[in-house]
Every structure is written in structure tokens, then in C-alpha cells.
């Protein structure tokens, strides 16, 4: 006849089930706290796992760029070195003091005197500032131009002027041939009082190659281009240019 089993029986099998059961949780790893008390026992430090640190510029190193901004002082354009350049080469055109420095209002010497030499310019952009500085200069330029080619147009005159002395002293004081070197159809005038001037008629002549010039034609007078202007034989002027001819 089996035995009956009492309550300290039933606790001993459900101590041995429990313990069981724990151990085959402990085998297969799903009681990872059971090591810790274990190796707490033992006495073995257990690792308790961290937060890795952040990582920033105090704890790897890098430098932290800060950029700062510069308040820049807005630059006066009548300060501008390229403005007083330009300034004072118009006041060394105009002949006045040069210092950079127009003057801030039309009486100014500049100004005055940029008016003087520019008036058309200076009705449509008046006293000289940095805003139109660059079309005075253009003026300049343009001007300048112009008077190099009437400078060089009135030396080429002198020249001609001088040259054609030359040969006429050359004629009278060492009875030198003036001829030319090819033949020319010329154009003949007559003088019109009117006008004050020396008119085409219409009509031309031939002045022939190594043909003495003089005493053939008169010499009367040199025109402002430094041409002769020489009177024919029959009585009517020529304007010639004395660089055609030379003394044999």
C-alpha cells in the first residue's frame, strides 16, 4: 500500500522542481544575475557595462573653429585711391593745384575750371565726383586725342613750312634747280575777295618732271597747311606741297 505523502513531503518535491527548473535556466544562459552572485560570492569584480562618452571637442581634441565677424567701417569714395588718382590727373590737364581734391561744391577751383574746359559735359553731369569721374576722363582722353592730332597736323605745317624755305634759299642764294621728281596735274584757282580765299576754277595744269619750278611760278605766300600757294604764268595761284620737290 503506497505511502501517503505529507506536506513536508510536497515541499521537498516542489524545492527539487524549482531548483531544476532554475538550473536548466541557468544552462541555457537566461539567468545571466545567477553569474554575478556567483562571482559576488567569489569575491571577482563583475564589469558593469557604461554609456559610451560622447564624444566633443574637450574629449577627442578637435578644435572648435569660431568664426568671428568683422564690422567692416564703410570705405568714403572721395577717400578712394583710384578716385584721387583720376582727380588729380584732371588737375594737371586743367592746370590747377593738384591735391586730389575737387571741392564739394561748382565753385571750387576744379570744378570751375572743369566747367571752363567741359562746358556741355558739365551741363548734364556737373562738379566732378566719384559717380562720374570716369566719363571726365573719357572727355579727357578724347580731347586729348584730338589736340595730339591738331599738335601734330601744326607740326607737320612747320615742316613743310621750313622745308619749303629751304628750297627757296636754295633757288636764290645758290641758283639750285627746284624740281620734281614725277610729273602732276594741279588744280588752278583764282583769288575770291570775297571769301578771302583761293577757289578752284575747274581748269588744272601739268607741272613736268626736273621742270625748274622757278622762276616759272612766283611764290606768294604759304597757305596754313605750310603749303606754297605759287602764281602761274598766266596769272592763277597753285597750292603745292613743298616736300614733292627737291633742289638739283
Keep these: 500500500m503506497a505511502k501517503k505523502l505529507n506536506s513536508a513531503d510536497y515541499l521537498l518535491f516542489g524545492t527539487i522542481a524549482v531548483g531544476g527548473l532554475g538550473y536548466y535556466l541557468y544552462s541555457k544562459g537566461k539567468l ?10 567569489k569575491g571577482e569584480d563583475v564589469e558593469t557595462p557604461s554609456t ?16 568671428t565677424v568683422n564690422a567692416k567701417t564703410p570705405v568714403d ?15 594737371v590737364y586743367l592746370g590747377v593745384g593738384v591735391d586730389g581734391n575737387a ?9 570751375q575750371a572743369l566747367k571752363k574746359k567741359f ?6 553731369e556737373g562738379r566732378l565726383r566719384p559717380t562720374n569721374v570716369d566719363k571726365y576722363i573719357k572727355a579727357l582722353n578724347d580731347k586729348s586725342a584730338q589736340e595730339i592730332s591738331v ?7 612747320k615742316q613743310r613750312k621750313a622745308f619749303g ?32 580765299s583761293y577757289t578752284v576754277d575747274g581748269n588744272q595744269l601739268t607741272i613736268y618732271k626736273n621742270d625748274p619750278l622757278f622762276p616759272k611760278f612766283s611764290y606768294v605766300a604759304y597757305d596754313s597747311n605750310g603749303y606754297w600757294i605759287l602764281k602761274t604764268p598766266s596769272g ?8 614733292e620737290y627737291v633742289a638739283k
Design 32 to 41: 545571466p544575475f545567477v553569474d554575478k552572485v556567483i562571482s559576488k560570492i
Design 52 to 67: 559610451p562618452p560622447i564624444a566633443n571637442s574637450q574629449t577627442t581634441g578637435t578644435p572648435v573653429v569660431q568664426k
Design 77 to 91: 569714395p572721395f577717400k578712394e585711391p583710384a578716385y584721387i588718382d583720376k582727380v588729380k590727373r584732371l588737375q
Design 103 to 111: 571741392g564739394s561744391s561748382d565753385t571750387s577751383q576744379t570744378n
Design 119 to 124: 562746358d556741355k559735359l558739365y551741363i548734364v
Design 151 to 157: 599738335q601734330k597736323s601744326q607740326d607737320a605745317s
Design 165 to 196: 624755305e629751304k628750297l627757296k634759299n636754295l633757288y636764290s642764294k645758290d641758283k639750285s634747280r627746284i624740281v620734281r621728281s614725277s610729273d602732276i596735274k594741279i588744280q588752278t584757282r583764282f583769288f575770291d575777295k570775297a571769301r578771302n
Design 236 to 243: 592763277k595761284f597753285v597750292i603745292t606741297n613743298p616736300n
